[in-house]
T-cell receptor, first 113, second 114 residues
Framework: DQQVKQNSPSLSVQEGRISILNCDYTNSMFDYFLWYKKYPAEGPTFLIS?????DKNEDGRFTVFLNKSAKHLSLHIVPSQPGDSAVYFC????????????FGKGTRLSVIA | DARVTQTPRHKVTEMGQEVTMRCQPI?????VFWYRQTMMQGLELLAYFRNRAPLDDSGMPKDRFSAEMPDATLATLKIQPSEPRDSAVYFC????????????FGQGTRLTVV
């Protein structure tokens, strides 16, 4: 039972345009969400996070939006750069329960020059 | 530059052999996770520790997998006997706990069981 779902296995975007990666979750107890980026042959690296008390968090070219009523979050990258080509994982956890991260299966982003 | 260190980076072994993967978490981090990445399941949690105590290992096949933290600087994941279906990339991650909820990953051990 996938509690965190990334329904798009892959996404291609032109350089300079916006990339939007989507993530849905089913567990209403999740209250903290993170995005990780993974290059081949490397471990995932933390990118950006958001608490459930917020609906938006921005860090440079990266913005995460959270819609709690829809149990949906998205990562926006603008402008997209070729170096952003990687697999992006959405993750969630229940802070109050000190539980570990639950990951989605990832979305492979290809930014085309 | 603090990082999680995993050894070995690659391991090829024959079915039935014992495999031990090692992880050195970031100094001062009190939470350690073992994840496995497969094509079908993505990143799945195998086990995690807080202050060296195992909190959850329900993701591991108990009959063949074991995870331990002999001390604060070393976590191990052992498979005995190994099977071809164990072939995957195994990641260790550590986290500072309540102060920062992000986990920081090592580069992984790519295991191939033939």
């Amino acid at each position: 039972d996938q509690q965190v779902k990334q329904n798009s296995p892959s996404l291609s975007v032109q350089e300079g345009r916006i990339s939007i990666l989507n993530c849905d979750y089913t567990n209403s107890m999740f209250d903290y969400f993170l995005w990780y980026k993974k290059y081949p042959a490397e471990g995932p690296t933390f990118l950006i996070s958001i608490s459930s008390i917020k609906d938006k968090n921005e860090d440079g070219r990266f913005t995460v939006f959270l819609n709690k009523s829809a149990k949906h979050l998205s990562l926006h990258i603008v402008p997209s750069q070729p170096g952003d080509s990687a697999v992006y994982f959405c993750a969630a956890l229940r802070n109050s329960g000190n539980t570990p991260l639950v990951f989605g299966k990832g979305t492979r982003l290809s930014v085309i020059a | 530059d603090a990082r999680v260190t995993q050894t070995p980076r690659h391991k090829v072994t024959e079915m039935g052999q014992e495999v031990t993967m090692r992880c050195q978490p970031i100094l001062g981090h009190n939470t350690v996770f073992w994840y496995r990445q497969t094509m079908m399941q993505g990143l799945e949690l195998l086990a995690y520790f807080r202050n060296r105590a195992p909190l959850d290992d329900s993701g591991m096949p108990k009959d063949r997998f074991s995870a331990e933290m002999p001390d604060a600087t070393l976590a191990t994941l052992k498979i005995q006997p190994s099977e071809p279906r164990d072939s995957a990339v195994y990641f260790c991650a550590s986290g500072p706990g309540a102060a920062n909820l992000a986990a920081f990953f090592g580069q992984g051990t790519r295991l191939t069981v033939v």
